[in-house]
């Protein structure tokens, strides 16, 4: 059996450095594990001991599976902490981990782009963070190029600044094993340089912001409670409450059932009653998780060792510290939803490499959803133009657009109709049902006449600007000199109406933003002044 070559990355890496030493990860998460295991224990035993419930009833095995997946979470914790091992070199930042399958990863330090740090309520408690270090690309969905979980507050925020400051000594990264604990008391009298050699200076604190463009707005709280996610949030808390009560004996449902006399309000009033509380206790728990999710935040633009990188933080109990390299923004994107959109409502991204946007977390987003005013505001300064192009005039597409969409709405209507009435005669469903074709009919107008109406395009001397979208009208703001690759196309329906569809190809955000139904004659005009003289090899002069 023969064994595979290491990666070159790893040579270079243990020749550039022989004599740095590996560390672990801070030691305060194996207390932090005992004592979540011990929390996830007390409800059951509460259950058992103090309401007297029986171990054997179905109702308390829901806290049996909570307490074993605490327990089972921290010995995974522990087995991560022991298994672990990192370290800084000149030129390397390495990570060693894995129980069963080993794995070593390594990242250039002139190849990082971002050093995120972020800590949930239980890393707070304990002062320790996760510091996520990126260089441009996902290691895996959602998965930062190296995670360490977890750093003391303070070796945190020195091994941060070390990476992205601009002159910083690459120095061996501030020990967090044991001994280091041991001698935290020490370290917090002797002030250090870099990451981990004493000097007499104090210890180096976070780049001050060169400019701040937003900050915390509690107004902005009431653009955030009204969508869909408030009835899957009270529905979700409501069924949680109900199991929750009814393992210690107390039953939620009958409360609620004896609290009106539903049969003399029928089923139309308890439907308005029951879809009005929902929203209203859904609203109220999105308002708290705004609080929670965006308290303190801060959007500004901060010093970084190959220029400014564009920096948020914001958290109440889960706290997070998003770098985005400015270098590496090729534009930004404000949408906004149909439903909320007579409130003004926007949420807002940059367009830019190296960050995944279906990530969960949202990376690319700049701002908590607010009122399309400012949030057109501030993604115009962070591109830092002197003119907004979010205020540009956008030039309306052709009625034939409107054509388009209204021959969709009419093909749509007619198709449900005939599968509503196939359906009713082959007694599957009841003939009443094929009414709703007559709902749907308007609805689908009304959609095609919003769909038109949010079409619009232009080009100024440095941006490629569109905007398009029926459930999010979206305005993309995108370089032209990051475009690469254009695309146009043109469907059966689009070629009897003139009209065609341009793609403007990119590295960033979404990889490629669509200009829908632009009039023929125009959209070769347009595609060549998107990219210019990317298409000239192609093109053959108008006789």
């Known amino acids: 059996m023969s064994l595979s070559p290491p990666h070159p990355a790893e040579v270079q890496a243990s020749r550039d450095a022989p004599a740095t030493t590996w560390h672990r990860l801070s030691v305060r998460i194996i207390w932090v594990d005992l004592v979540i295991s011990i929390v996830s224990i007390v409800p059951p035993m509460v259950a058992i001991w103090g309401f007297g419930i029986d171990a054997s009833a179905g109702q308390i095995w829901p806290l049996i599976a909570l ?22 070199t000149p030129t390397y930042v390495e990570l060693k981990t894995g129980v069963f399958l080993r794995r070593h990863r390594s990242i250039q330090r002139d190849r990082i782009r971002s050093v995120d740090v972020e800590a949930k309520l239980r890393h707070r408690l304990a002062r320790m963070r996760v510091v996520n270090i990126g260089a441009g690309q996902q290691a895996s969905a959602g998965e930062s190029a190296l995670s360490l979980d977890a750093l003391s507050a303070e070796d945190a925020r020195r091994l941060q600044h070390s990476l992205l400051s601009e002159g910083e000594r690459p120095t061996e990264v501030l020990e967090t094993s044991v001994d280091s604990e041991l001698s935290s008391q020490h370290r917090r009298t002797t002030p250090r340089d870099g990451v981990g050699h004493e000097s007499p200076g104090a210890a180096p604190e976070a780049d001050e912001p060169l400019r701040i463009f937003a900050r915390f707005e509690p107004s902005w709280c009431i653009y955030n409670m009204f969508t869909i996610w408030a009835y899957v949030l009270a529905l979700g808390l409501g069924w949680g409450a109900l199991w929750l009560l009814s393992t ?21 009033g308890t439907a308005l009653i029951a879809v009005v ?14 609080f929670a999710e965006n308290w303190n935040f801060e959007l500004a633009r901060i010093r970084s060792r190959d220029g400014t990188m564009l920096r948020t933080r914001k958290g109440l109990f889960t706290t997070r510290e998003v770098n985005r390299d400015e270098n590496r923004i090729r534009g930004a994107q404000i949408s906004e939803p149909v439903l909320w959109r007579w409130m003004g409502v926007s949420d807002t991204s940059v367009l830019t490499t190296g960050l995944d946007v279906w ?21 115009g300064q962070v591109l830092g133009d002197p003119e907004n192009p979010f205020h540009a005039h956008l030039r309306p597409h052709p009625w034939r657009a409107l054509r388009r969409r209204l021959w969709w709405a009419g093909g749509l209507t007619v198709g449900l109709g005939a599968l509503l009435i196939w359906l009713a005669v ?21 959609a095609a006449v919003i769909a038109y109406r949010a079409l619009g395009h232009t080009i100024t001397d440095r941006y490629v600007i569109t905007r398009s ?35 403007t190809m990119t590295a960033a955000g979404q990889g490629g933003y669509d200009t829908p139904d632009i ?21 053959v002069p108008d006789r």
Do not use: K
Request: hydrophobic residues 50%; charged residues 15%; positive net charge.
């Open 248 to 268: 210690v004996g107390v039953d939620l449902y009958g409360f609620v059932v004896g609290l009106l006399d539903w049969e003399s309000i029928g089923w139309v």
């Open 426 to 446: 082959s007694d599957v469903l009841p003939y009443e049902v094929i009414w709703a074709t007559a709902a749907f009919g308007p609805a689908s107008l009304l």
């Open 359 to 379: 990530s969960m977390s949202e990376p690319a987003a700049i701002l908590p959803r607010g009122p399309i005013s400012r949030t057109r505001e501030v993604a």
């Open 519 to 539: 009039e023929r004659r125009q959209s070769l005009e347009f595609a060549v002044q998107a990219a210019p003289g990317l298409l000239d090899p192609f093109l």
């Open 277 to 290: 509380v929902v929203g209203a206790l859904g609203a109220v728990g999105l308002g708290i998780n705004y």
């Open 469 to 503: 979208g029926l459930l999010s009208r979206a305005t993309t703001v995108l370089q032209r000199s990051s475009v690469s690759t254009i695309v146009i196309r043109e469907s059966l329906l689009q070629r009897r109406l003139n009209l065609r569809t341009v793609s």
């Open 67 to 88: 307490a074993a997946f605490g327990v089972l979470g921290a010995v995974s914790d522990g087995l991560r902490w022991v298994f672990t091992r990192f370290r800084v």
